[in-house]
């Protein structure tokens, strides 16, 4: 039976108690820390009951699972998600009201568990939900690492880094699970041993091991008991290994197993859609990967004997290819564990896995050299130069005399191992993230493979759970949305074309632009306490928060802000809507031209706002250390969305689906979700500017493209480059942006130059920005776009994308929690 959150009377009475067992005070004199922990085990308590419920339906109903293989699950903070799908948020509120105690700094002291970098980790966070949800069994298995993505320091306008100790302090929602301990084995080398039925046997020696322990995190769905496991892995020596033992041994493999675990899952790399190609980060690929598909193959022979049918029960998802080991470690343990042939193995493998595709950008596609693969995962190199023979040869098959195709699809090829191609050849289902994405794919990115395999290839357009980024982000327009419709876009986001009946409707759209300026005003006190800049809530708040990308554009917009601010100090009477242009981005350590766009926008910043000639009309604020946690607030407060990149490159965006959920309208290019955005939408509710993908891909394929006679042929361009270069914005080092430049001219050398058409889309953007500002001043006009955006949102909850996996990929039965 669901058990469900007590009252607020009792949860009083449970919080001044747990303060006094855990803390030994009386509340009055508990910090807020303390009492923060104090919550999270009162919640935790009606967790842990359901949790427990749930795996009992597990081991009587039996179902398919599936795994969720992801390096990065951003998940962001737990206590206030578990109490709203526990449905006692209010509750505590209340209860912590009572107690003088506000919820918000309670919540405040929870670490945001930054295990992702970007769109990639958060999506599998949202899965997640939706899973737990829709009550379909389901594992999340990723990496426990001690510092996760970096915090974000702004000084003098530079990105510093700041390690995020995230495990300081004892974390209160995860488990450890010794009991589902598993070694994992590292480098060393292969023995044949020739069987007396004829069939070898190879043997892996003199390798290092790990032990990997697992630490499961409770994954609660919306008001229906079900709490499913994310499993994240640890790593410990296999002997703990004692210095002062002069006992006979090998001294130095202890060592270096040692060395070995310390470093394992000690930090995430902090590259999106970026490839670093450490030697670490492929131990961590196959720590993560071996340990999971370990647990998940116990578990089921824990019921099963026949090791064939695991397809039956067991389907792995690889979120990208980073875990794309999960082929060939299936495979090898298949064959060495469970004494399978190749044929046997490959069958079932091939029906327990399946690859989603993120990026088309080239720089994401992983690419290991062929020698330290081999070095570290030898018998695993075995198997995959078998699956690299094999597939060659079905390709040729297919294909006669076609070698040329052959080499640009082979596994093993250039001295590499291509993963993506590793996981389309086993995969019996390969996704993109948006419809747009995928007909790239097929058409373009991995053509080659979709002639080869047409029926693997299916889209999955991303989404985002609704709980969090309403309910939990923006409890005001959640409770009115609720009195205006109910309760059934909860869990069924489509619902919300319900409110079209008020879009029309003055005293409605009132209300919800009073619940706007309001999470404005929240918003402005964020940022004036964490950046000591003043914003009018009156104005227009303009937001594009993301990964620092280039081809995300950031560049773009500040140059477009650059330009409005030449507009209005040439004409100080010009009609301008007064407007707060909003940034937040982490830029990855090493990426240099990143870096220097966030130096950029906060030197523009510095510019602007200390203006006092423009009246104010235009701020900029770049908000430093974005994360889950403040951009649900960010996302809340938006009057203007931002989903700029060059058409084509970006796969789907999640941020545009968490703008719309929130009421603020768009302005972007048709790329990714963004085009599913406009269908939904109509061209009414929504700005859009810019090449096509297809006008992007024939002048990167025809390389035409030159930035120079753009400049030439616009002045108000070339205005702004200048700038970029004349220390308008730079007075001590006037060359201090001359690397943004030249990246988008490149006058001095060969070098491609404005590999993302900014200055392409440059005046296309400005024009439709103008629209923006026209339709802002008529107030209703812009309130009825604002609730249209909100009432379209229907397809972009998490829970459709997840329903679509489950109808088309996995076959998962839900569970009955009865
Ligand atoms: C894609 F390849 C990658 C990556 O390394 N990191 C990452 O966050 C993103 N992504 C895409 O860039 C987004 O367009 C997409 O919405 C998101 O993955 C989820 O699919």
Request: hydrophobic share 40%; proline share 3%.
């Amino acid at each position: 039976m669901k058990r469900q959150m007590p009252s607020t009377r009792e949860i009083e009475q449970e919080i001044v108690g747990r303060v006094k067992t855990m803390f030994r005070k009386d509340f009055e004199m508990a910090t807020k820390e303390e009492i923060y922990r104090a919550c999270a085990e009162v919640v935790n308590d009606v967790v842990i009951d359901n949790w427990l419920t749930t795996q009992k339906s597990f081991v009587q109903q039996d179902p398919k699972c599936v795994y969720y293989m992801s390096m990065e699950f951003l998940i962001g903070r737990l206590l206030g998600n578990n109490m709203i799908n526990m449905r006692g948020y209010t509750e505590v509120m209340d209860a912590l009201d009572e107690l003088g105690v506000d919820i918000n700094e309670v919540e405040d002291q929870e670490p945001d568990p930054a295990l992702g970098n970007g769109g990639l980790g958060r999506l599998a966070a949202c899965f997640l939900d939706s899973l737990a949800t829709l009550q379909y069994p389901a594992y999340g298995c990723g990496i426990r690492y001690h510092y996760g993505m970096f915090k974000q320091k702004i000084e003098d306008g530079y990105q510093q880094e700041v390690p995020d100790n995230w495990l300081q302090t004892r974390y209160p929602f995860e488990l450890q699970r010794t009991e589902y301990e598993f070694e994992v084995r590292f480098g060393g080398w292969v023995r044949y041993d020739s069987q007396p039925d004829g069939t070898t046997k190879y043997i892996h020696e003199g390798y290092n091991a790990v032990i990997a322990t697992p630490y499961d995190l409770p994954v609660t769905g919306f008001d229906n008991g079900m709490v499913n496991t994310l499993m994240i892995w640890d790593a410990k020596p296999k002997e703990v290994f004692r210095l002062d033992s002069f006992e006979k041994g090998d001294y130095s493999r202890a060592v270096e197993d040692m060395n070995l675990a310390r470093n394992l899952t000690e930090v995430l790399y902090p590259n999106d859609n970026h490839i670093q190609g450490k030697e670490l980060r492929l131990k961590q690929q196959y720590f993560f990967v071996s340990a999971s598909i370990q647990r998940a193959l116990a578990k089921y022979l824990r019921y099963h004997k026949d090791i064939k049918k695991l397809p039956e029960k067991v389907v792995f998802q690889m979120n990208d290819t980073h875990p794309t080991l999960t082929v060939a470690e299936l495979m090898r343990i298949l064959m060495d564990v469970h004494g399978l042939g190749w044929d046997e193995a490959w069958e079932i493998t091939t029906h327990c896995v399946a690859y989603t595709n993120h990026t088309i950008m080239s720089e994401a596609l992983e690419k290991w050299p062929q020698d330290i693969f081999k070095r570290l995962l030898p018998r695993v190199f075995m198997i995959v130069e078998e699956i690299n023979r094999r597939f060659c040869d079905e390709i040729r098959a297919k294909f006669p005399g076609d070698e040329d195709r052959v080499h640009r699809m082979a596994i093993l090829a250039d001295d590499q191992v291509k993963m993506a191609h590793m996981a389309i050849a086993a995969s019996y289902s390969v996704n993109g993230v948006a419809a747009l994405h995928t007909e790239i794919l097929k058409n373009v990115s991995l053509h080659d493979f979709y002639e080869m395999y047409p029926e693997k290839f299916n889209n999955k357009t991303n989404g985002i759970t609704q709980r969090r980024f309403l309910m939990h982000g923006n409890y005001k327009l959640s409770d009115w949305v609720i009195k205006k419709i109910g309760r059934g876009w909860i869990t069924d986001l489509s619902q919300m074309k319900k409110l079209e009946s008020f879009v029309d409707d003055k005293k409605s759209l009132d209300e919800f632009m009073a619940i706007k300026l309001d999470n404005k005003k929240r918003l402005a006190k964020y940022i004036w306490e964490h950046n000591g800049i003043e914003v009018d809530p009156n104005s227009i708040f303009d937001v594009q928060v993301k990964r620092l990308h280039e081809y995300k554009r950031q560049l773009l917009n500040i140059l477009h802000v650059m330009y409005l601010y030449n507009q209005i100090k040439e004409n100080p009477e010009m009609d301008f809507y007064p407007t707060t242009f909003i940034f937040g981005a982490k830029a990855s350590a090493g990426y240099e031209n990143a870096k220097l766009i966030i130096k950029l926008i906060n030197n523009v910043a510095a510019v602007i706002n200390n203006d006092k000639s423009i009246d104010d009309k235009i701020k900029v604020v770049f908000i430093e250390d974005y994360r889950v946690s403040n951009a649900e607030w960010i996302f809340a407060a938006a009057d203007v969305s931002e989903q700029i990149s060059t058409a084509s490159k970006e796969a789907s965006g999640t941020g545009n689906m968490k703008f719309m959920l929130n009421g603020a309208v768009t302005i972007g290019t048709m790329d990714g979700a963004n085009v599913e955005m406009y269908q939904e939408l109509g061209g009414e509710n929504i700005y859009i500017f810019g090449m096509s993908s297809d006008e992007v891909i024939a002048h990167e394929k025809n390389n035409d493209y030159n930035p120079v006679d753009v400049m030439n042929g616009n002045h108000h361009i070339q205005k702004v480059l200048q700038q970029l270069v004349n220390g308008n914005y730079s007075i001590d080092n006037p060359e201090l942006f001359r690397p943004l430049y030249n990246s988008l001219l490149n006058t001095q050398c060969t070098a491609k130059a404005d590999t993302y058409f900014v200055l392409k889309d440059f005046a296309s953007y400005c024009e439709t920005y103008e629209k923006i500002q026209e339709a802002y001043k008529d107030k209703y006009k812009w309130a009825k776009m604002a609730l249209e955006n909100v009432a379209h949102v229907g397809k972009f909850s998490s829970d459709r994308t997840i329903q679509e996996y489950v109808d088309d990929i996995w076959h998962l039965d839900k569970l009955d929690l009865k």
